[in-house]
């Protein structure tokens, strides 16, 4: 909050104040303020990156011994891999409609990279906007913001499954596959946005940096439930 409110109000220095008495306490200095945003930045970077940054995310980055970095690495991909395993229980438990169209098993990364990527552009921006106005917290402001990203998303999404009905139809001479892809890709896309939104928002209500919603947490969430999504619409159309 101090560093926003220097950038926004042009000042090198904020004041602080007693809000009851009104008196001057003193003031929170450029330095400070420099040491603020260079530590939330690499808290941030570490993070989206799986790593748990510690007290000193600096220390830890430059000199920190490898089993220091083994311990900050780790938790985040044994969650990656729990997640991968809950991912391969449902591509499996679909096995007679994948053998009966290979294409099927062929689009699963795009549909979940497409997903993935449009969910963390979305988050990204999304906890940006937090931290520069926290009044995004409050649910009138927050269904404004989510209507508009409904807009945005929506229209990525159909532009996106209209350009993959045309590639599938005429490379892959796929036709009959174009519905299914194309509801799968809207469905998965707009899921992905929903999740992006919905959870930091709820981060911040229960008191936590929306910042550690984002990077493995998300990308697990995002990618098992593209994967039961995709499912649902191929035993849909098949």
């Not at 904020?14 to 008196?23: E, F």
């Not at 570490?46 to 920190?64: E, F, H, N, S």
């Not at 969650?79 to 053998?99: D, K, R, T, Y």
């Not at 990204?124 to 409904?150: N, T, W």
């Amino acid at each position: 909050t101090v560093a926003v409110t220097a950038i926004d109000s042009g000042l090198k220095a904020i004041p602080v104040i007693d809000a009851t008495s009104r008196q001057f306490l003193g003031a929170v200095t450029a330095d400070t303020i420099q040491d603020i945003l260079h530590q939330g930045h690499l808290l941030d970077t570490m993070r989206r990156a799986g790593v748990q940054g510690g007290d000193d995310p600096q220390a830890t980055i430059l000199r920190g011994a490898p089993i220091v970095h083994i311990r900050n690495r780790l938790p985040w991909l044994l969650l990656g891999l729990g997640g991968g395993l809950v991912a391969a229980q449902i591509v499996q438990s679909f096995e007679s409609a994948l053998a009966a169209h290979v294409l099927i098993v062929a689009f699963i990364p795009l549909v979940v990279y497409l997903a993935d990527a449009v969910g963390s552009q979305t988050e990204i921006i999304f906890v940006r906007a937090l931290a520069l106005d926290p009044g995004l917290k409050e649910f009138s402001r927050f269904k404004a913001y989510f209507a508009r990203e409904v807009i945005v998303s929506g229209t990525l999404a159909l532009i996106l499954a209209m350009l993959m009905g045309a590639i599938t139809a005429w490379w892959f001479a796929a036709g009959s596959l174009v519905p299914l892809l194309a509801v799968a890709i809207v469905s998965t896309l707009m899921l992905a946005m929903v999740v992006a939104l919905v959870i930091p928002f709820l981060a911040t209500k229960l008191k936590y940096d929306p910042a550690l919603t984002s990077g493995p947490v998300a990308t697990v969430i995002r990618d098992v439930m593209t994967l039961v999504v995709y499912f649902w619409v191929v035993a849909l159309f098949l």
